[in-house]
């Protein structure tokens, strides 16, 4: 069977942003989006879509401190980060069902009702830049998700346990990287 492209989508909301720098090279940048994100099913009812989390959120706090000498000026600078997403959409599991069947059973006359629970992440990241005659370049440390913070993607049934289970975005994240600007 081919597949036919004549739905209806609708997304809408609200993205508010404060941007503010100090004198002392601090810095500070918080956005927050309000949304919805539906589409009308081939049943003719309006729907969530897979991604209508609702909300999402940043805060980014940082600090630079320069060093200038005659030869190459650099900075050392340091982010903290928070993110925050309203959790996924996902298709409600029938667990009755599933049980019976030993396997996921969902209830598609519900497809994207339910939310999963809310994403939370704290970055922290620490960058030396190095600006030279012809290029500038930066080594960065960070770690991502420094709280561990365990954000669900997704769930499915376990026939061996008989519940619902998750899974799970990956954990710490440690990054390290150079960055050269030309």
């Known amino acids: 069977d081919a597949l036919e492209n004549e739905g209806r989508g609708k997304n809408y909301g609200l993205e508010l942003t404060l941007e503010r720098y100090w004198t002392n090279q601090s810095y500070l940048l918080a956005s927050l989006s309000l949304f919805e994100s539906t589409y009308l099913a081939s ?8 991604f209508n989390a609702n909300t999402a959120a940043t805060f ?9 000498n005659r030869r190459n000026p650099s900075a050392l600078g340091l982010d903290l980060r928070y993110s925050h997403a309203g ?4 298709v409600p599991i029938d ?4 049980r019976q069947q030993a ?3 969902t209830i598609p006359s519900r497809i994207y009702d339910e939310k999963l629970p809310a994403f939370h992440r704290l970055d922290v990241q620490m960058e030396w830049r190095v600006q030279y005659p012809h290029l500038t370049g930066s080594t960065i440390l960070g770690v991502q998700n420094a709280t561990n913070h365990p954000n669900p993607i997704r769930q ?26 030309f």
């Open 43 to 50: 049943d003719g009812q309006w729907r969530n879509t897979r």
């Open 60 to 68: 980014l706090i940082g600090k630079e401190w320069a060093f200038k």
């Open 87 to 90: 959790g996924q959409r996902v």
């Open 95 to 98: 667990l009755l069902k599933s």
């Open 103 to 105: 396997r996921t059973i």
């Open 156 to 181: 499915s049934f376990n026939a061996a346990t008989g519940k619902i289970q998750y899974s799970y975005l990956a954990g710490i994240i440690p990054v390290l990287g150079y960055r050269s600007e």
